[in-house]
């Protein structure tokens, strides 16, 4: 699986848009992007994954670059709740395979 | 859907003892895996399972490590003569075949069994 690149951690403002960035410049055409996220003492959980179009669900939208070389997730309207660490994996999608987590950003909503 | 569910939630052990570790996966994921995570450091995969077969296993499941998943359903992870080292949060995760879940596919954790070992 391709690796990425995440700043270590970052704030931001409750109720503003949260972007966070990954570089994943040697991504395979058949690999995905996907955003977990785990906040403290929890299990991980998943947010958004993509191929090449952007998406968005319920949690976050995911932009990714033409080149599929970086991508950025946004959370719309960060709230307290949303203090976590958020991890970008990059994945041959459906095969079974296991997820390869780097050390994520560290994110921190602040009132 | 009651979500990936694991047992203990945590265990304080001595060393050299055995502990044994329980997922019970979210009804018709027929894929399992087991990971560890220490403290500062994201999840690492240590082996996964699809229905009862073990088909990949992480050079970090020592021979001390035994994972099995007897029915295709709840799986165990066992650590024999635990050492300090393995004091760690054990995650559980699972997912759906790629024939139901397609390009859908994703991994669902567990709260994870937090080990201390003294």
């Known amino acids: 699986d391709a690796k990425t690149t995440q700043p270590t951690s970052m704030d931001c403002a409750e109720g503003r848009a949260a972007n966070l960035p990954c570089n994943h410049s040697t991504i395979s055409g058949n690999e995905y992007v996907y955003w977990y996220r785990q906040i403290h003492s929890q299990g991980p959980q998943y947010i958004i994954h993509?191929?090449?179009n952007n998406e968005t669900n319920e949690m976050a939208s995911l932009i990714i670059t033409e080149d599929r070389k970086s991508s950025t997730l946004i959370l719309p309207h960060a709230t307290l709740r949303d203090t976590a660490v958020y991890y970008c994996?990059?994945?041959?999608?459906?095969?079974?395979?296991?997820?390869?987590f780097g050390g994520g950003t560290r994110v921190l909503v602040k009132p | 859907d009651t979500g990936v569910s694991q047992d203990p939630r945590h265990k304080i052990t001595k060393r050299g003892q055995n502990v044994t570790f329980r997922c019970d996966p979210i009804?018709?994921?027929?894929?399992l895996y087991w990971y560890r995570q220490t403290l500062g450091q994201g999840p690492e995969f240590l082996t996964y399972f699809q229905n009862e077969a073990q088909l990949e296993k992480s050079r970090l499941l020592s021979d001390r490590f035994s994972a099995e998943r007897p029915k295709g359903s709840f799986s165990t992870l066992e650590i024999q003569r635990t050492e300090q080292g393995d004091s760690a949060m054990y995650l559980c995760?699972?997912?759906?075949?790629?024939?139901?879940?397609?390009?859908?596919?994703?991994?669902?954790f567990g709260p994870g069994t937090r080990l201390l070992v003294l």
């Open positions: 009804s018709e994921h027929n894929r």
């Open positions: 993509g191929l090449k």
């Open positions: 995760a699972s997912s759906l075949p790629y024939r139901l879940a397609g390009t859908k596919e994703t991994q669902y």
């Open positions: 994996i990059v994945r041959v999608g459906a095969a079974g395979n296991k997820l390869t």
